[in-house]
């Protein structure tokens, strides 16, 4: 066992050189279904009785405590106070949760219920992660809002970064490979589809502090694999963005954007030319 004494050593030593206070990426996904469940209990866990709900709250905001302790040094608040605010959040965050799951059944005919959505939509656990992670990273807290962002990318496949503004009614459909950047805008009643990019143009990191990714104003439709660069792009409200669009400038309002495609009839088909297919 004596080599195991020796690597111990060795990364005890590292580790000392190069500490790292992180909070548990287990206890962030922990804290994403605790978060989930309080918000929208399922019918076991449902209670009318105000000391259960009072429970359920206090089980939250103790998991929070915990994700901060490892970074408290990093914090502009104590702990207390950070939770506290976060926790005062949750009526309003839940209202604009309550928003977002009736756009999608409002809009998407294989929805048939609300609770359906709630439960088992992506799109909808992948805002219900982004709207709890923002209210973390509007109040300057490090590293947890990125785990608890990339625990929702990691089960749905759609990455929203929480320093994104997202306002009400927001539908994402199907959602894998969404990709919302840190500075985009979102306004309400936006409409996307699987695969759409909201990104950057440049990835330099003198631009960090900077708008790097666009603006999609109200009524906005985007469909699958719409790639939108760059934060002076503006997407016009009650505008259509077609499917494979690649847009790097501006849109104006009511606009249609869609590839033109050309399909052309063969005549006299040489038999010898034809791929015969057999599978």
């Not at 990093?74 to 209202?95: A, C, G, W």
């Not at 949760?97 to 809009?107: E, K, S």
């Amino acid at each position: 066992m004596n080599y195991l004494s020796k690597v111990m050593e060795e990364l005890q030593a590292s580790r000392e050189i190069n500490e790292l206070d992180l909070p548990s990426r287990d206890l962030s996904q922990k804290f994403v279904e605790e978060a989930m469940n309080t918000l929208f209990p399922i019918s076991a866990r449902r209670s009318k009785s105000h000391c259960a709900q009072e429970a359920l709250l206090v089980q939250l905001e103790t998991h929070l405590k915990l994700l901060l302790l490892p970074i408290k040094e990093k914090l502009n608040e104590s702990i207390d106070d950070l939770s506290k605010q976060f926790m005062i959040t949750l009526p309003r965050v839940y209202k604009e949760l309550l928003l977002d799951a009736q756009a999608i059944q409002d809009f998407d005919p294989a929805a048939r219920t609300l609770g359906e959505v709630i439960v088992s939509y992506p799109g909808f656990f992948a805002i219900m992660v982004y709207r709890l992670s923002h209210e973390l990273h509007k109040a300057g807290i490090p590293i947890i809002p990125r785990l608890m962002s990339e625990y929702a990318h990691s089960k749905t496949g759609i990455d929203i970064h929480p320093g994104a503004q997202i306002g009400k009614s927001f539908f994402i459909d199907h959602g894998t490979g969404v990709v919302i950047g840190e500075t985009a805008i979102i306004k309400n009643n936006v409409k996307i589809y699987q695969g759409v990019t909201l990104g950057a143009l440049q990835v330099k990191k003198s631009l960090a502090k900077k708008k790097r990714h666009p603006t999609v104003e109200d009524n906005v439709i985007i469909y699958s694999s719409a790639t939108i660069l760059g934060g002076d792009t503006i997407i016009g409200k009650n505008s259509i963005i077609g499917g494979n669009v690649w847009l790097t400038s501006s849109v104006d309002s009511n606009s249609l954007v869609y590839h033109t495609h050309k399909i052309k009839v063969r005549s006299n088909i040489d038999e010898s030319n034809i791929i015969d297919f057999q599978i």
